[in-house]
């Protein structure tokens, strides 16, 4: 590390960092921490890089650093060159470059001292989307690899804050891969199923729990948010698979403050293009076919949207108690399949039915 400290119209401190390992973890405060109790015998003494009363407008701070490996927190990158300024306590991030999560990656960004306002612009290619999204949700992530672009801006000094106040827009794109959790394919044929035994009443409902074991490969996939005040809304989503295309819904969304989850979800069958294992799958491609993943991200729900669906099996299935079936009864107390009982007709006295035929 080299340092040098000049003063023409300001006071300039500038450092260049030139490391093969940097880890920050070690300074952060682990969570549940505690500080220890001071002893009576020691008492604190409180002290500062530099005095309360220090001019910081006069002070401004130039940083290059070339790291063969960094760390701090969960991010691990490597070949990092970056360059950072500090002028009247916020810093600038400059155009910088690095290896994370296995791809290229640019970013600037800056942090204001008075109010955490932190913003960030981002950008990596062929970054490995496992890496990427394990930290989001154990029960739903994504492998394979992919391309993303990141705007985005916050304030505050608690993770809860800026969570709160988080803004702006990233952008996921990527050609192959492996959505894991939750496996389409599955609840379409466990639904498909459901429709077929209506009749013999042996219906067992879909599964609606995701599973870290489940997995489907797909051909593309396609998300943009856009966060506003810590509510993340889906722009679009896309997910393509052979005979099978998936897309988002609005509204669906992303509840980054209380890490809630909502996705409506149109499942779409091409018959023509099915695989050979779910050619019986076809009778579902008449019309789309809709679900709705909802709940915790650590353990979200999957619950197919029956009363939205069209196709004649299923429809006819609906018509013979199928909701029912599964514990679902119809939004008028009637199991669905069968019909209201016309009303008993009133009782007449002998003496009544004899005033009515003289009457005709």
Do not use: C
Request: glycine share 6%.
């Amino acid at each position: 590390m080299q340092s040098t400290l000049t003063h023409e119209q300001n006071w300039l401190l500038q450092l260049d960092v030139n490391a093969n390992e940097l880890d920050f973890n070690p300074w952060l405060r682990q969570p549940g921490a505690s500080s220890k109790p001071a002893s009576a015998a020691t008492p604190s003494v409180q002290t500062k890089l530099l005095p309360s009363y220090f001019d910081w407008a006069g002070l401004h701070t130039k940083l290059t650093l070339q790291a063969e490996a960094l760390r701090y927190r969960h991010l691990q990158a490597q070949n990092v060159t970056a360059q950072l300024e500090q002028r009247d306590r916020t810093w600038h991030l400059l155009p910088s470059t690095a290896q994370v999560w296995g791809g290229a990656a640019q970013a600037e960004g800056s942090w204001r001292h008075s109010d955490g306002h932190a913003q960030l612009r981002a950008a990596a290619k062929d970054i490995d989307l496992a890496a990427f999204t394990e930290q989001l949700s154990p029960r739903l992530r994504l492998s394979g690899q992919g391309d993303l672009k990141a705007d985005l801006s916050t304030h505050g000094f608690t993770p809860l804050a800026r969570r709160a106040y988080l803004d702006g827009t990233l952008d996921l794109n990527a050609t192959s891969g492996q959505l894991i959790g939750w496996n389409p394919w599955q609840t379409l044929e466990q639904s498909h199923d459901a429709v077929r035994n209506v009749f013999s009443g042996q219906v067992i409902r879909p599964t609606e729990h995701t599973d870290a074991q489940s997995s489907t490969a797909f051909n593309a996939l396609q998300l943009a948010l856009e966060w506003q005040q810590g509510q993340a809304l889906i722009k679009k989503g896309l997910l393509q698979a052979d005979g099978l295309t998936l897309n988002t819904q609005v509204p669906s969304y992303f509840d980054t403050v209380n890490q809630q989850l909502d996705v409506a979800l149109q499942l779409q069958l091409d018959a023509k293009a099915l695989p050979e294992t779910k050619q019986r799958l076809h009778e579902l491609s008449s019309h789309p076919f809709y679900v709705r993943l909802s709940g915790a991200w650590q353990q979200p729900l999957v619950r197919v949207q029956w009363q939205r669906l069209e196709q004649p099996i299923i429809t006819d299935a609906m018509d013979h108690g199928l909701l029912s079936l599964l514990g679902r009864p119809d939004p008028n107390g009637m199991p669905l399949g069968l019909k209201e009982a016309a009303p008993t007709p009133e009782l007449k006295t002998l003496g009544d039915t004899l005033k009515s035929l003289l009457k005709n």
